[in-house]
């Protein structure tokens, strides 16, 4: 196993122990992530078992290192089993994804997420263990056409066909109080949260006001939540 960082494992240890990820596969999707996570300062162990991308890491997470996650022993030796989360960001080698995906669920502790490029691969990855399985083009895909579908500024799906959307208050909603609006009992959506014009976003209540230039975010079933975003 070759490093581009040298540190003991005790330096990994630490690591784990902190409020910590490990990122195993450091392609466009974990590559981002690691990142993402790093700026905000979480301390993240990249691993890849590409030399170039480990080194184009340098600097940039707590630690990256040129490994084959496929290998037991080689994610002890970095102490991925102390890691209370762990993304597996593997996408185009479904051997790499699945083996190093099943060493994982062995350890037990990690909360573990996992890339699936398919369908056939997200199922594989459900049948071995693992709740939270990430399908980032196929997901994308879903809330962009949403997005062009419908008059929505901005979208997202949770399970059980639920959605926030944000978007502007329809014309019959301005100058008036939530409350008096009844758009809960019409609609069945419900406004959250309304941000002013160049203001910040805040919660709502029965008393709150809504104007033609605010935006809001409503929450309800997914074909409600979107079909009271095209009423503007």
């Known amino acids: 196993m070759a490093r581009t960082n040298i540190f003991s494992p005790k330096s990994t240890d630490r690591i784990a122990e902190a409020d910590s990820v490990a990122v195993i596969g450091l392609g ?16 993240v162990l990249g691993i890849d078992h590409n030399e170039d991308v480990v080194q184009s890491f340098n600097g940039l997470l707590t630690h990256v290192v040129r490994a084959d996650s496929t290998r037991e022993d080689a994610l002890r030796q970095l102490s991925v089993h102390e890691f209370d989360r762990v993304v597996v960001g593997i996408g185009s080698d479904l051997e ?6 099943s060493i994982l669920l062995r350890f037990e502790k990690p909360t573990l997420w996992a890339k699936a490029v398919s369908d056939a691969h997200a199922q594989i990855l459900r049948q071995l263990g693992v709740k939270q399985v ?27 066909n639920f959605a926030m959307v944000k ?51 409503v929450a309800g079933p997914t074909a409600k939540a979107e079909a009271f975003s095209t009423l503007i």
């Not at 790499?96 to 995906?101: D, E, K, Q, V």
């Open 28 to 43: 466009r999707f974990g590559g981002a992530l690691a990142r993402e996570l790093a700026d905000a300062g979480t301390e």
């Open 96 to 101: 790499a994804s699945i083996l190093t995906t």
């Open 134 to 160: 990430i399908r980032p083009e196929h997901d994308m895909g879903k809330r962009v056409a949403h997005l062009v579908r419908g008059a929505m500024l901005d979208y997202v799906e949770f399970e059980d």
């Open 167 to 217: 978007t502007r208050p329809p014309r019959e909603t301005w100058d008036r109080e939530l409350g008096n609006t009844k758009i809960r009992a019409k609609y069945g959506v419900t406004v959250v949260a309304v941000k002013r014009n160049r203001g910040e976003w805040d919660y709502t209540t029965a008393q709150t006001t809504l104007y033609n230039d605010d935006e809001i975010i």
